[in-house]
Nanobody
Framework: QVQLVESGGGLVQPGGSLRLSCAAS????????MGWYRQAPGKQREAVAI??????TKYADSVKGRFTISGDLAKMVSLQMNNLKPEDTAVYYC??????????????????WGQGTLVTVSP
């Protein structure tokens, strides 16, 4: 099925920027939704930014105006994060939902999570 590989996490100072990328492989897919979630220590996983099939974007209130999601709903999704704050520190996960063909098998419903990439915002 679909495999997701994330990249771009790291350590950045407050006010800095990072760009996360997530690449999907393993077949030909059409995603109805691609997004980024995050989980900080001791907290529940939360949605950060979502891109839907209608090219609609949704953002958590805490990141509006600072983060921008982009993607092609087939192979990749990215998250540009500007003006980062210490409270943005978390493991960020890529998430996809949709359908597609993998190893000649059609999957009407697919859902997958990436392995996570750590973002640390600290002086």
């Amino acid at each position: 099925q679909v495999q997701l590989v994330e990249s771009g996490g790291g350590l950045v100072q407050p006010g800095g920027s990072l760009r996360l990328s997530c690449a999907a492989s393993g077949g030909d897919f059409s995603f109805s939704e691609m997004g980024w979630y995050r989980q900080a220590p001791g907290k529940q996983r939360e949605a950060v930014a979502i891109l839907t099939g209608a090219r609609t974007t949704k953002y958590a209130d805490s990141v509006k105006g600072r983060f921008t999601i982009s993607g092609d709903l087939a192979k990749m999704v990215s998250l540009q994060m500007n003006n980062l704050k210490p409270e943005d520190t978390a493991v960020y996960y890529c998430h996809v939902e949709g359908s597609g063909v993998s190893d000649s098998v059609y999957y009407r419903e697919l859902e997958e999570w990436g392995q996570g990439t750590l973002v640390t915002v600290s002086p």
